[in-house]
């Protein structure tokens, strides 16, 4: 059992479809992450948020935003997505962004673009 | 560019150790050694870290060489759960990322 919550487990939709990802977790991280994962490949870091704002964003394309309506969750929302954006998409809570705390990561979302 | 380098694959027998090697040269003396594992169609589980010293958790060891030019994961009785891909990373506390290279593919075979 993982202590970050993610939701759906799966997504299947099309590309003018608008979705959602949700994350939740509850252990007062005030540093909340989503990475991407192709298959085979190892997790990237997409977008950090600390303390409810965001600090990074790793040059995302628009169609993925963000939004992190309090310290306990994160969303992701997914809008005109192309078939390469097909992938794993997890979600990690950590200590301050600057610390040496680890992050812990969800089961993830797997996201199928049709 | 890679920070550590890692075998792309090993084999444990089950019940016994599986020790995970990881080369770490250009390391900083403030960064960390990080070890996740991320078992199939799971996120990744963090398993231990550490700076200087060796640490032990209910998962595992992890031995750094004095140097700290590499590192061992010592998984001390392998189970067949155990297969998966491990990471190690090296990352200084204001780095806010975890840099995942390629990793091990570990086989546990009973």
């Known amino acids: 059992d993982t202590e970050v919550t993610q939701t759906p487990k799966h997504l299947v939709m099309g590309m003018t479809n608008k979705k959602s990802l949700k994350c939740e977790q509850h252990m007062g991280h005030r540093a909340m992450y989503w990475y991407k994962q192709k298959a085979k490949k190892p997790p990237e870091l997409m977008f950090v948020?600390?303390?409810?704002?965001?600090?990074i964003n790793e040059s995302v394309p628009s169609r993925f935003s963000p939004e992190c309506p309090n310290s306990s969750l994160l969303n992701l929302h997914l809008h005109a997505l192309q078939p390469e954006d097909s992938a794993l998409y997890l979600c990690?809570?950590?200590?301050?962004?600057?610390?040496?705390?680890?992050?812990?990561f969800g089961d993830g979302t797997r996201l199928s673009i049709l | 560019d890679a920070k550590t380098t890692q075998p792309t694959s090993m084999d444990c027998a089950e019940g016994r150790a599986a020790n995970l090697p990881c080369n770490h040269s250009?390391?900083?003396?403030?960064?960390?050694v990080y070890w996740y594992r991320q078992i199939h169609s799971q996120g990744p589980q963090y398993i231990i870290h550490g700076l200087k010293n060796n640490e032990t958790n209910e998962m595992a060891s992890l031995i750094i060489t004095e140097d700290r030019k590499s590192s061992t994961l010592i998984l001390p009785h392998a189970t067949l759960r155990d297969t998966a891909v491990y990471y190690c990373?090296?990352?200084?506390?204001?780095?806010?990322?975890?840099?995942f290279g390629a990793g091990t593919t570990v086989t546990v075979r009973a």
């Open positions: 990373i090296v990352r200084v506390p204001d780095d806010y990322k975890l840099s």
């Open positions: 990690a809570s950590g200590g301050p962004t600057r610390g040496y705390q680890p992050q812990h």
């Open positions: 250009t390391i900083s003396g403030n960064e960390y």
């Open positions: 948020y600390s303390y409810e704002k965001l600090s």
